[in-house]
């Protein structure tokens, strides 16, 4: 396994992080499993484990507070608030007030001391950056962070944050984490060079586009799950943005064949050995998944399947303009002439 240094931290991490989001009732129940799953992984050489607390309602936290028991020392551990804890607005967002209380109950379930990576999960529109940054500078004064990062931050939003740091001195956000895979290229525009001139680590996120680089959706697929549901317009395939989806997956499900990978190599190997990637996040839900996306951390693709990738997907480019998760916070309606 090759580690890579995380941004200018001088920390080094695996070129695979273990994301932890299908551990818990959002994919695999079992938690005697997705220990093992976690434990096959580190022996592996994986050391950078990522999670959130959203991710089961807090669950996957803790089922990765259990794995690591012994080998905490060992590991570069990650996690993100900001999403809806329940019912309550304030037990949500960006604001002091709730960030003092997430890391709490974030490392109460991780069963740990400190976390080395804690990240903002998304921007948060409705909250000054000042008061977010000085709530985890704190928390990185206290000892119980040591390390803060964003999440779905468009360009714009990860130079206000570097210039709010730098100006009233507070800690700055060290990595940012990004959606990346062949489908969705749109972070090469402007994300990953205005984060590479900021010296922040990138640890991607979804390099199979959920499922869709995986062999998991075809022409007659249909989202049942829950979670699928609320994000339709990416997997509807009644939609003409999917159906293109599925004609280009066929050309690089051939383009894979003839260069001697499977499709899920081949949609890792090309997120990790982007230059400005740290890390790419993988999410097995089961041992199978993980075996079959390991060996890509041994494939280096050549300058003429990238060429032929680049001719069938347009650089900087999401094929569906739903597959994003910077959503409207970019353009909110108060931002449009209306």
Known sequence: MEYRPLGRT?????????????????????????IRIIHAALDAGINFVDTAD??????SEEIVGKALKGRREDIVLATKFFMPMGDDPNRRGG??????RAVEDSLRRLSTDWIDLYQVHRPDPATDVEETLSALTDL???????YIGSSSYSAGEIVEAQWTARERK????RTEQPPYSLLVRGIE???LPTAARHGMGIL??????????????????APTSPARQRLAARFDMSLPENQHKLQVVGELQQLADEAGLSMIELAIAFVVNHPAVT????????????????????????????????????????????????????????????
């Open 54 to 59: 959203i991710y089961s309602a807090g669950e």
């Open 170 to 173: 507070l800690e700055r956000f």
């Open 279 to 338: 890390s790419a996040i993988i999410g097995p839900r089961t041992l199978v998944q993980l075996a079959s996306q390991l060996p890509a951390t041994e494939v280096t693709l050549d300058p003429g399947i990238l060429d032929r990738i680049d001719a069938i997907i347009k650089p900087g480019v999401n094929l569906n303009p739903a597959d994003t998760s910077y959503g409207d916070h970019v353009l909110a309606a108060s931002a449009r002439r209306r």
């Open 10 to 34: 001088g920390v080094h991490v695996s070129k695979l992080c273990l994301g932890a989001m299908m551990f818990g009732a959002w994919g695999n129940p079992d938690h005697d499993e997705s």
């Open 95 to 100: 604001s002091r007030r709730w960030i003092m």
């Open 189 to 191: 525009l402007d994300v």
């Open 204 to 221: 991607t996120y979804s390099p199979l586009a959920g499922g869709w680089l995986s062999g998991s959706w075809h022409a007659d697929s």
């Open 140 to 146: 990185v004064r206290q000892g119980k962070v040591r």
